[in-house]
């Protein structure tokens, strides 16, 4: 990092901290060169930047404490986990957001502290709600009227008065991807407000004897670049929490999630808002509305999983076979794609490409960027602007941190791509690649 470090990388601001030139001019990782690591490792691979995820539990608490002084960010899992990623959030004293038993038994294993850990889903199974319950889940986050019976059995079963939040769904539009939208009416997530389903909850919690009533979560979906439906939400949350959960129904909320979403950068040049301004919106409009309808401050949990995952992750793969269609389009395919990041394919997710072994290479042309399993949408980026890649190089993805290998599948046979975190000038594989072996490690002949 000698005569180059005065240079900037192109798409800098996608990709993590510590992201750099090496001495040889390639992208390097805390001083690691991408051809080092493609050798030791393999591609694809995935490498997560520790420095950037400390950076970004760091941001989200520090901008959340300075404006509200009650409150909790908790790393929504399902962005991505295993069982070094969870101790390494957990150092930062975040707690979690877990969806399923998969992932309640990954952050078990890893010896977090189960009493940070949120539980939501839209339809969490008998088995999944007993297991959470034994243990010792910090909350079950009920999504429906439904849920209700089901948790407080297992809190019975299990001899426990297990804490609860409800979510509401509150009829805001986050203005993101339809797949991603989750605070609308017509979604499947949450009881709403507006047809007297989130009162009936309340009170059939209220009179559940085994669970005991905290607060109210919802969540808009994700990413959301505007700070308007957080704002809107809490006003309409708020409305609830003083005419309904009080006023009508004698019930304290002590704790208030509006869930995550944060955005990220992700090369289609929107700027999301910073952290600072996040909190500042929900803080001030809860605020207000506390003291406007006279209730207690709830304490504030906040929910952001791509936000702290998504720039800390860089995909790595070999170039592959070149494909012109004159006057159409040129492709270029890569040894991934759909398996580990269906993204694109399912919402047209956006990336950007940089050339991983010569990052300041003029741009000479246009091509589309594709995977190499058996779907014509098997694409990871379209019209990358790019130097003429050769046979063989390596080629970065940035802002991949997030939703791509906890989607992957092994589609094709592929192998899951290996994991490697690096930290401290040192690189260490936290996951290995798949091989046929574990591919086929569950049949029975
Ligand atoms: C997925 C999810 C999150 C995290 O969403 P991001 O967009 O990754 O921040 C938070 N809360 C709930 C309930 C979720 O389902």
């Avoid at 970004?56 to 404006?67: G, I, K, L, P, W």
């Avoid at 995550?260 to 919106?281: H, S």
């Avoid at 939703?403 to 599948?409: G, T």
């Amino acid at each position: 990092m000698t005569s180059s470090a005065a240079v900037t990388l192109p798409l800098s601001h996608l990709f993590p901290l510590s992201a750099g030139l090496s001495s040889e001019g390639r992208l390097a990782f805390d001083g690691i060169d991408v051809l080092d690591l493609a050798r030791e490792f393999g591609t694809p691979l995935y490498i997560y930047d520790a420095q950037t995820v400390r950076a970004q539990c760091a941001a989200f608490r520090s901008a959340f404490e300075t404006a509200y002084e009650d409150s909790f960010v908790v790393y929504g899992a399902k962005a991505f986990v295993n069982r070094p990623f969870a101790r390494l959030i957990a150092d930062q004293g975040l707690g979690f957001d877990a969806v399923s038993g998969g992932e309640i038994a990954v952050l078990r294993a890893s010896g977090v502290d189960m009493s940070t850990v949120y539980f939501h889903g839209n339809n969490k199974g008998a088995d999944e709600l007993e297991l959470a319950v034994e243990a010792g889940i910090g909350r079950i986050v009920i999504d429906n009227i439904d849920e209700i019976a089901k948790a407080d059995g297992a809190a019975a079963a299990a001899g426990r008065e297990q804490p609860v939040l409800l979510r509401i769904s509150p009829g805001i539009d986050g203005h993101t991807h339809e797949k991603t939208t989750t605070g609308i009416i017509d979604t499947k997530f949450g009881v709403p407000i507006a047809t007297g389903a989130a009162e009936a909850a309340v009170r059939a919690i209220l009179d559940a004897p085994h669970l005991r009533f905290r607060g109210l979560h919802m969540h808009l979906g994700s990413p959301i670049f505007e700070l308007g439906p957080y704002e809107l939400a809490i006003e309409v949350i708020s409305e609830f929490i003083a005419g309904v959960c009080r006023d009508r129904l004698g019930a304290e909320v002590q704790e208030l999630s509006p869930g995550g979403g944060f955005a990220i950068g992700q090369g289609d040049g929107r700027e999301p808002p910073a952290p600072e301004q996040y909190a500042k919106v929900i803080a001030g409009t809860l605020e207000r509305e506390a003291d406007r309808r006279g209730f207690p401050l709830p304490r504030l949990t906040i929910e952001p999983g791509r936000a702290i995952a998504a720039r800390a992750g860089v995909a790595l793969y070999t170039v592959g076979a070149r494909k012109d269609v004159p006057g159409v389009r040129t492709y270029v395919s890569v040894d991934g794609g759909m398996a580990d990041n269906i993204r694109p394919a399912m919402y047209e997710a956006r990336y950007e490409a940089l050339a991983a072994e010569r990052p300041l290479a003029a741009v000479e042309e246009t091509v589309t960027i594709s995977g190499k399993y058996c779907e014509s949408g098997d694409v990871l980026v379209r019209d990358a602007e790019l130097p003429v890649l050769r046979d063989g190089e390596l080629l970065a993805i940035p802002a991949s941190g997030a939703y791509q290998l906890s989607m992957a599948s092994n589609y094709n046979f592929a192998y899951r791509p290996a994991v490697v975190l690096v930290d401290g000038g040192e690189a260490r594989l936290i996951r290995r690649r798949e091989t046929a072996e574990d591919l086929m490690a569950l049949d029975i002949d």
